[in-house]
Nanobody, 114 residues
């Protein structure tokens, strides 16, 4: 059973930065794509960014140029550096990894005040 432990959320003022981390453990199989999604109150969960095992990245248009996803394959950890945060970035951020199955983290709250 794969377990994902997220950290790094919190409260920040607009224009500030946060860095999210998600460490995966317990996987018997190689972890392929890793990513971050978010869900704001009253809205559907949406993709923020994904990264392949080889380092290819994909970003939502709303975060391009502000957020950077990266990973450490040796540590099975994915990061999300969030800069120039806006109030509309406020959401619960979820880590996701793909192995034989898809796994999700418990979510970490990011709140950006204006």
């Amino acid at each position: 059973q794969v377990q994902l432990v997220e950290s790094g959320g919190g409260l920040v003022q607009a224009g500030g930065s946060l860095r999210l981390s998600c460490a995966a453990s317990g996987s018997r199989f190689r972890i392929n794509d890793m990513g971050w999604y978010r869900q704001a109150p009253g809205k559907q969960r949406e993709l923020v960014a994904t990264i392949s095992r080889g380092g290819s990245t994909n970003y939502a248009d709303s975060v391009k140029g502000r957020f950077t996803i990266s990973r450490d394959n040796a540590k099975n950890t994915v990061y999300l550096q969030m800069n120039s945060l806006k109030p509309e970035d406020t959401a619960v951020y979820y880590c996701s990894v793909k192995s034989v199955y898809d796994y999700w983290g418990q979510g970490t709250q990011v709140t950006v005040s204006s």
